[in-house]
């Protein structure tokens, strides 16, 4: 069985960061992790034009069977999410382009699959996907990390299956199946 490929995207108009994170008999290894600079690119739109061409191009290195994308944060200032939300766009794009399934999670939840806690640090995000998962490098930026935190959140999200309950359906039938516990 060929292992699967995840590919983790922390989208950005300055760096966007991404990972590639195999799985193979539930064990999670980080193939490569790196950066998408764009921060010399001073034109808009030749900026979301790399964004693309760059995860074309990491799909066609890769072949990841998914991609996993953090979604924009709520913030104050309306024109960062503009251009952030534009940056996710053109990722997704790409993966759609090329017929890959997407999936999007919020900072918080992809902080609170890793650490346990939706407010963790991203310090505290590296640490914790240090112990779990064998790096292949250090990351040197933290979007590298956040990549590959999407792409172990999605991961860990893909093996949540909702419990198959034979339990009661109502109070009244737990009351009937477990008097001895009410009381």
Known sequence: ??????????????LMGWAILSIERKVLKPLEIGVIE??????PFVK?????EEVCGLIATYHPHELAIEAPFY??????MLKLGRAQGMAIAAA?????????????KVKLSITGRGAASKEQVAIMLQKTVQMVKVPVKWDETDALAVAVCHYYQSQCVAPQSSGPKSWEAFVAQHPHRVG
């Open 75 to 80: 913030g104050k200032n309306v024109q960062s």
């Open 96 to 108: 759609l382009a090329h017929k890959i399934p997407v999936f999007e999670y919020a900072p918080r």
């Open 48 to 52: 979301l034009q790399r964004i693309f």
């Open 38 to 43: 764009l921060s010399k690119v001073k034109d």
């Open 1 to 14: 069985m060929e292992p699967k490929i995840i590919l983790g995207i922390d989208p950005g108009t300055n």
